[in-house]
């Protein structure tokens, strides 16, 4: 392959790269205003995938639901907590 060649390949590559990173930008700010919209129109939906993780976190953990549950009551009391 001659030097123009690859120059002329290194080209197309530099705008094509240009456009996909704009497309993935519209792509990102459209996939959050649609995320936005379900949230409004199911919000059921939000807290259920908020308890499916905060139930997967628990069984991860090892933990006793009445640890956890005490944990977050004393979130505010932190340094208290783990003393």
Do not use: C, H
């Amino acid at each position: 392959m001659t030097k123009r060649e690859m120059e002329a390949l290194d080209r197309k590559i530099e705008k094509l790269g240009s456009k996909v990173s704009e497309a993935k930008r519209e792509y990102d700010t459209l996939l959050e205003q649609m995320s936005e919209l379900l949230e409004q129109r199911y919000p059921e939906r939000r807290e259920e995938a908020i308890k499916e993780r905060l139930y997967e976190a628990y069984k991860r953990s090892g933990k006793t639901v009445d640890f956890i549950i005490d944990f977050i009551d004393n979130a505010d009391d932190e340094d208290d907590f783990w003393a």
